[in-house]
């Protein structure tokens, strides 16, 4: 991956990317939790990691850091959840959908990210101008029960993964509840 750079008001927000250069891969956003950063998605410890195992899958992966990343030197300045879900996660996504040329993008968010990710979404902040929403298909980690916000609940996509740190392996999980996206 390469880090690229959505900007905004002096905050740099890393993004790397993981392509395998398929053909139209679908792009898919990893959104850390709280005391974390991008790397619980890419550690070496766990082989495959969810960034190798999406990639093999021909997903075009993007592994964001939030404002609220240890990785960054932000993490340390005041900030709210609500200004993360305003300010951040719109950018990543935009940056994501400009730089693949996609109309949407799946997330998969975990703990305090997908809480962050969901008042994005009931915000109102990932939809396009014509009221389309910007997500296909997302995934919240650790939010208990596990949720999965999709276009067409009657399709669990591929990307609706557990981890199970048990039995250290991923698996598809089914749709708990959806969410219906104007």
Request: include cysteine; charged fraction near 20%; hydrophobic fraction near 40%.
């Amino acid at each position: 991956g390469y880090p690229e750079m959505p900007g905004d008001s002096g905050v740099f927000l890393p993004i790397t990317r993981y392509y395998t250069g398929k053909d139209n891969p679908v792009p898919v956003v990893l959104i850390h939790g709280l005391g974390s950063g991008g790397i619980q998605f890419a550690t070496q410890k766990v082989n495959p990691n969810l960034v190798q195992r999406l990639a093999r899958w021909g997903f075009d992966v993007w592994v964001a850091e939030l404002r609220t990343s240890i990785a960054l030197p932000y993490s340390l300045d005041q900030w709210t959840l609500d200004e993360v879900a305003r300010r951040d996660i719109p950018r990543i996504v935009d940056f994501v959908l400009d730089k693949t040329g996609a109309r949407q993008t799946n997330v998969v968010a975990h703990c305090i990210g997908s809480a962050m990710f969901c008042s994005t979404v009931l915000d109102g902040r990932l939809q396009h101008v014509n009221g389309e929403t910007k997500i296909r298909a997302a995934v919240l980690l650790q939010v208990g029960p596990l949720v999965t916000l999709a276009i067409d609940p009657e399709r669990v996509p591929r990307e609706a993964l557990s981890i199970s740190p048990a039995r250290g392996r991923v698996t598809r999980c089914p749709t708990i509840a959806s969410y219906r996206p104007r």
